[in-house]
Structure formats: structure tokens, C-alpha cells
T-cell receptor
Framework: DGGITQSPKYLFRKEGQNVTLSCEQN?????MYWYRQDPGQGLRLIYY???????QKGDIAEGYSVSREKKESFPLTVTSAQKNPTAFYLC??????????????FGSGTQLSVL | QKEVEQNSGPLSVPEGAIASLNCTYS??????FFWYRQYSGKSPELIMS????GDKEDGRFTAQLNKASQYVSLLIRDSQPSDSATYLC??????????FGKGNQVVVIP
């Protein structure tokens, strides 16, 4: 089945630790995104990538890093510089359709908590 | 700062009634608008997209867009308990990035 796989479902981070969230898609989509969602809040864009080996900062990139070495994969690292990392992290992908690439397909999310 | 505003608090509606959700946006140049439904602990799923002024109907859902007033709304007719969820408004900015509102929680009371 085609889709987006995020792992792990739950992740715990210790003080000063870097953690990496995995996102893999087999939809052959060009664009991939990372969003963060806090309780009662909408989704805020962390990073996005339109093509392999290229990515751009979103609205809240500080304390995060990404890579896009393969079309299928877009891992997100939450670094120790991110002082408030507890949130629900969502990965999404899209295939540009005409002039817009708005049809986002979401993974099932990773809940990150601080120990 | 481009913004998408959903200001209403939780909305409780009786089963079978109409739920009405509103969203305003700041970028007058936006052309694409979306409503996502998100169940608790789950990822959002796209339920409606609208690009032109007026109404667009899909089953029990109707999206309404007024670009002059910069608002987009969602109506849910014949509300069912399964419609209980958070509804997120999203607007596509000119750089192909989706911006989301904070969402409106809908509770359908049997």
C-alpha cells in the first residue's frame, strides 16, 4: 500500500539529547513537509523540501534540522537547542498538481515528550 | 505576518443539526483554500478544497468562499456523532506553502 510512514509513534527525549524522527513515503511525491502541532493549536511548518538535496526553513525552524538525500525520506532531527520540543510532529508529502501542490498526505504522526 | 484565523471556541451541535465554521485569512492574494478534519490523536485528512467564490458542495459538507471579505466557511449538514472532531482551515500562500488555523472543535451531541 502506498503511503507515508512515520516512526516511532512515541518518542521520549532526555535533556540535551538530539533525537531523529523518521518519515518515509512510497507515493513518489516530490515535496515533503514537517509540521509541529501543540495542544489546541494548528499546524506550524518547521521545514519543507520540494526536491531531493534541497530544503527550506519554515516558520519555526530553530532547534531543528533535516536532510533530503533520497526522494522517499525526509528525517527530522530535534536538537538540544530546541528548548520546548514536546509536541505532535506530522510529516506530509505532496505531488505538485498543476499550479499548486496543496493535496497533502499526512503520516500518522510522532508524539515527542521530554523526560 | 500572514495569518489564518479561526476564532470560535468549541462548537456543540445536536445530532441532525447544521454545524457552521468560519475562517478568515490575511493574504488577499491567496487562491486555494482547504478544510481538514482531525480526530483526536490522529493526522488531518482533507475533506474540502475550494478555489472560486461561492459554494462548493460534497455530500453533507459545503464550503463557502468570499475572497472580497477574505473568509471561507464550512457547513456540515445533518451532523452525525462521527463528525465530532477538530476542523482545520488551511490557506495556500503564494510560495506554495500551506498555513493552518488553530482549528475548531466540533462536538455532535446524540
Amino acid at each position: 500500500d502506498g503511503g507515508i510512514t512515520q516512526s516511532p509513534k512515541y518518542l521520549f527525549r532526555k535533556e540535551g539529547q538530539n533525537v531523529t524522527l523518521s518519515c518515509e513515503q512510497n507515493l513518489n511525491h516530490d515535496a515533503m513537509y514537517w509540521y509541529r502541532q501543540d495542544p489546541g493549536q494548528g499546524l506550524r511548518l518547521i521545514y519543507y523540501s520540494q526536491i531531493v538535496n534541497d530544503f527550506q526553513k519554515g516558520d519555526i525552524a530553530e532547534g531543528y534540522s533535516v536532510s533530503r538525500e533520497k526522494k522517499e525520506s525526509f528525517p527530522l532531527t530535534v536538537t538540544s537547542a530546541q528548548k520546548n520540543p514536546t509536541a505532535f510532529y506530522l510529516c506530509a508529502s505532496s505531488m505538485p498538481s498543476g499550479e499548486t501542490n496543496e493535496k497533502l498526505f499526512f503520516g500518522s504522526g510522532t508524539q515527542l515528550s521530554v523526560l | 505576518q500572514k495569518e489564518v484565523e479561526q476564532n470560535s471556541g468549541p462548537l456543540s451541535v445536536p445530532e441532525g443539526a447544521i454545524a457552521s465554521l468560519n475562517c478568515t485569512y490575511s493574504d488577499r492574494g491567496s487562491q486555494s483554500f482547504f478544510w481538514y478534519r482531525q480526530y483526536s490523536g490522529k493526522s488531518p485528512e482533507l475533506i474540502m478544497s475550494i478555489y472560486s467564490n461561492g459554494d462548493k458542495e460534497d455530500g453533507r459538507f459545503t464550503a463557502q468562499l468570499n475572497k472580497a471579505s477574505q473568509y471561507v466557511s464550512l457547513l456540515i449538514r445533518d451532523s452525525q456523532p462521527s463528525d465530532s472532531a477538530t476542523y482545520l482551515c488551511a490557506v495556500l500562500w503564494g510560495n506554495n506553502r500551506l498555513a493552518f488555523g488553530k482549528g475548531n472543535q466540533v462536538v455532535v451531541i446524540p
